[in-house]
């Protein structure tokens, strides 16, 4: 077999290797960490104002975690711009955006009308706000379908 003196350069070579495979995974780890925290994406520091939608769709494929605080950040923008449109009366633009994703009726969001002042609420309070009876009449069968879910 091994003498006394093979055997403890073989084991000297075993303990370098594992330390080496050992330091290389932690090295990957710092990076992966530095990374992470550079672009702070934890659920409750994640700021997405930097990126844009392709960027956080992308984003989203990348793992589980970021998929669940990246979809909110899309769900909300995509609130917000059907938000804008209620406020702007298009309601075939608001719609078309409904008929795609009726949950945009139950996101809480703010914007801008034409006059300069913030709107803050769901796309129905804002028809009714507005007292805009076809939007809100348009947006009634949605609810319903969202009750059937």
Known sequence: MYSKAKQTVK???DMKEARSSS????DELALAEQVFSKLQIY??????LFFTNEDLANLSLTSKTLNGVV????????????????????????KAMIEKKPELLLIRTQTVDY??????????????????????EMMLPFFERLELR
Request: glycine share 8%; hydrophobic share 30%.
């Open 11 to 13: 084991n000297d070579l």
């Open 23 to 26: 330091d290389n995974t932690t």
């Open 43 to 48: 659920s409750e520091e994640f700021n997405p």
């Open 71 to 94: 979809s909110s950040e899309l769900n909300q923008r995509e609130a917000q711009k059907l938000l804008t449109h209620v406020v702007k009366g298009e309601q075939d633009k608001a």
């Open 115 to 136: 006059s300069g002042r913030k709107i803050i609420g769901t796309a129905f309070q804002a028809a009714i706000g507005s007292g805009d009876k076809p939007m809100w």
